[in-house]
Nanobody, 120 residues
Framework: QVQLVESGGGLVQAGGSLRLSCAAS????????MGWYRQAPGKQRELVAV???????NYASSVEGRFSISRDNAKNTVYLQMNSLKPEDTAVYYC??????????????WGKGTLVTVSS
């Protein structure tokens, strides 16, 4: 069974940094686009950043220049380096990946989320 497991969340002061990781495991044939989403209390889940297998990345305008997404294809892992954090970045951050297995082509999987809290 395919699983995405996030780590690296926590409490940080405004202006600080955190690095999130998300490792995919299971019967993976290929790992395509990977991304990070977030959901703040009372708000809808929103895209933060996405990266293709080849390394092309796109960011939400609210995090452009502060966050950086990367991946290690050999480890089936995606990272999100978050710098200059703001209180409005407080949210549960979810990992997302399009994964091809022997049963499904490009199926979307989600992690359970990791909480990031930025204090002012």
């Amino acid at each position: 069974q395919v699983q995405l497991v996030e780590s690296g969340g926590g409490l940080v002061q405004a202006g600080g940094s955190l690095r999130l990781s998300c490792a995919a495991s299971g019967p993976i044939f290929s790992l395509n686009n990977m991304g990070w989403y977030r959901q703040a209390p009372g708000k809808q889940r929103e895209l933060v950043a996405v990266i293709t297998r080849g390394g092309s990345a796109n960011y939400a305008s609210s995090v452009e220049g502060r966050f950086s997404i990367s991946r290690d294809n050999a480890k089936n892992t995606v990272y999100l380096q978050m710098n200059s954090l703001k209180p409005e970045d407080t949210a549960v951050y979810y990992c997302n990946a399009a994964i091809t297995t022997t049963s499904y082509y490009g199926r979307t999987y989600w992690g359970k989320g990791t909480l990031v809290t930025v204090s002012s």
